[in-house]
């Protein structure tokens, strides 16, 4: 038996829940540039303390990640994913009653930074680990495309939700529409194959026995982090995603400094998303296919290439288009990569503990990105200084990081 029969359907159903919760978690950060420009017209903050909400949010799933990460390895997925699920909504439905931009931070804080966490990349790679060993990358880049399509529908729709209702009753309706979104979800998930007597791609018992066996060992934290190819991971993973965070999260504003309208700039959000739905589905047929390393390098020099085209971003409309396209087609892969690589270099024993350790690390990068691209602008009125960085960092990581990168555990011999 293999994945695609019939037999195995509930492991698919599992990549399309996955599918589902990430279209919502990417939702949060890709739409914060929509929602960021009530917010200063109501509160007047500074454009760094306005995007302080992103970094308040990545502090605490920093903290938060190797806990939940650690638990997600031992408890059911499915609860957690349910109470990830109530806490964005309720997040939401909270933003739409705040009275100042202080109140706006607590509700990033205490609400959706663990929603993010429990709904994330970190959660879907643990039940997708767990489901496929042999079509792991596919699955894995079918339901990671759900990044790309979040960042495509949510922006246009909260806009839309914005000019119809204002933007407290437009927080409230998302609210509900993340509730009609997240619950079948969460009904969909199963934790582990084993409780429908199935293993991991529909294989039989024989092929399943050689699966487990090449699930890696036991590791302690110590372990994991003692782990060389750890801090290159985390290096590379820190730099692409800290730089697109920092770019999404400005790229409204970045959009009305050059005289776009309000519509046209949150198309902008669903250009860089669409064609990180694009670059992800084409991830699902490479992955599986090709060497991981090679998609490191794409990855690394295809963002420092979006980066470099954003330098010409006072070249218009058509300019910032282009540099976000770039960035999201193939910066954007490095999202499913640090899936796929985890459980493969830990072992999906730990993928969760491993995926914790690692999001808390890549998350500490993200803390300075959308307020250090605000305090650029507000001391040299460009953003040109922080792309010519990112830039160069990328660069730097194609050529001396990505191609030393060990894709197996540590005390297991190489595939």
């Known amino acids: 038996m293999t994945g695609t029969d019939a037999g195995f359907a509930p ?158 009753g437009a927080m409230q309706a998302l609210a509900l529409i993340l509730v009609v979104v997240l619950a079948p979800a969460v009904l969909a998930v199963i934790d582990h194959p084993r409780e429908r007597g199935l293993h991991a791609d529909g294989a039989d018992a024989d092929v399943a026995a050689a699966q487990a066996r090449a699930e890696g060992p036991e590791l302690p934290w110590r372990g994991i982090l003692s782990d060389p190819s750890f801090w290159l991971l985390a290096l590379v993973v820190s730099i692409v995603t800290a730089g697109m965070k920092g770019t999404v999260t400005n790229l409204m504003p970045i959009a009305l400094d050059q005289h776009v309208g309000k519509d046209a700039a949150s198309l902008l959000i669903s250009v860089y998303s669409g064609s990180a739905f694009i670059g992800k589905l084409g991830f699902a047929w490479l992955a599986d296919r090709f060497d991981p390393r090679r998609l490191l390098i794409a990855s690394l020099s295809g963002f420092a290439l979006g980066c470099a085209i954003m330098l010409k971003a006072d070249a218009g409309y058509v300019a910032i288009a282009l540099g976000v396209g770039v960035i999201g087609l193939l910066g954007g892969l490095m999202v499913p990569l640090q899936s796929l690589l985890t459980p493969r270099i830990f072992g999906a024993r730990v993928a969760g503990r491993a995926g914790g350790a690692l999001s808390m690390v890549t998350l500490v990068a993200l803390l300075s990105t959308p307020p250090l691209f605000g305090a650029i602008f507000d001391h040299t009125g460009s953003y040109f200084a922080i792309f010519v960085v990112f830039a160069g960092l990328a660069v730097a990581a194609a050529l001396l990081v990505a191609p030393r990168m060990r894709l197996h555990p540590r005390d297991l011999p190489s595939d």
């Open 11 to 168: 492991g698919w159903r599992q990549v399309w829940a996955g599918l589902a919760f990430l279209t919502v978690t990417t939702m949060i950060a890709t739409s914060y540039s929509v929602i960021a420009v009530p917010l200063g017209e109501q509160f007047h903050p500074t454009r760094m303390v306005l995007m302080m909400a992103m970094t308040v949010m990545a502090a605490m799933s920093a903290l938060l990640a190797p806990l939940l990460g650690w638990l997600m390895d031992r408890r059911s997925l499915r609860t957690m994913l349910g109470i990830g699920s109530a806490l964005i909504a309720l997040g939401y439905l909270a933003l739409g009653h705040v009275a100042s931009f202080a109140q706006v931070l607590v509700v990033f804080a205490v609400l959706i930074a663990p929603a993010n966490v429990l709904i994330g990349p970190v959660a879907i790679t643990v039940l997708l680990s767990r489901w496929f060993v042999r079509q792991r990358g596919k699955a894995l880049g079918i339901a990671i495309s759900g990044i790309g399509l979040g960042g495509f529908v949510f922006p246009p729709l909260i806009q839309q939700l914005l000019n119809h209702f204002g933007w407290r």
